[in-house]
């Protein structure tokens, strides 16, 4: 990485580390924060954060890696999220996220090289009814099949 972007994500890291008193427990509403600006947790925001909170590294990982909602790795431009929860898997879900994995060649967790796609599970988006869904950037697409899973990514394709 640049060591103007370092330098930048350092800066910007601390600015939201400064709206937070030292305590422990504004752990995870500080990695939100984070994760709203970035759309991931970096690692120099995660160093930042150790030495603000004085907290060993090893435990905001396992935070990090506990809690769905934070990641790692920036996601793509367009996100797309199959659910796997009862309902959906139930109804076919599985196909359709076999479907995304080969087409756009990512496993699930990943991102493109080019950044336009990223692959994400779900348990349950709250749209039983329609199941199964997918979500594109937590745009629901309900009554998904592989059909209409090809289509949105076709629409995606053309707008690039």
Do not use: W
């Not at 954060?49 to 907290?55: A, M, P, Q, V």
């Not at 496993?107 to 950044?115: A, F, H, L, P, R």
Request: aromatic share 8%.
């Amino acid at each position: 990485m640049c060591e103007c972007i370092d330098k930048k994500l350092k800066k910007e890291t601390k600015e939201i580390l400064e709206q937070y008193k030292v305590d422990k427990e504004n752990l995870i509403p500080i990695l939100n924060d984070i994760q709203e600006k970035y759309g991931y947790i970096p690692k120099i925001s995660q160093l930042e954060i150790s030495e603000y909170l004085n907290i060993p590294m090893a435990e905001i990982f396992g935070v990090i890696t506990f809690y769905s909602r934070f990641t790692l790795e920036p996601k793509g431009k367009y996100n797309i999220s199959v659910c796997l929860g009862t309902a959906c898997f139930v109804k076919g879900s599985q196909a359709i996220l076999d479907r995304l994995k080969d087409r756009l060649k990512l496993e699930e967790g990943k991102t493109s090289i080019d950044g336009k796609f990223s692959i994400d599970t779900t348990r349950c988006v709250g749209a039983c009814g329609i199941a199964p869904v997918f979500t594109v950037n937590n745009e629901v697409y309900g009554h998904a099949t592989v059909k209409k899973l090809d289509e949105i990514i076709d629409e995606l394709e053309k707008k690039e």
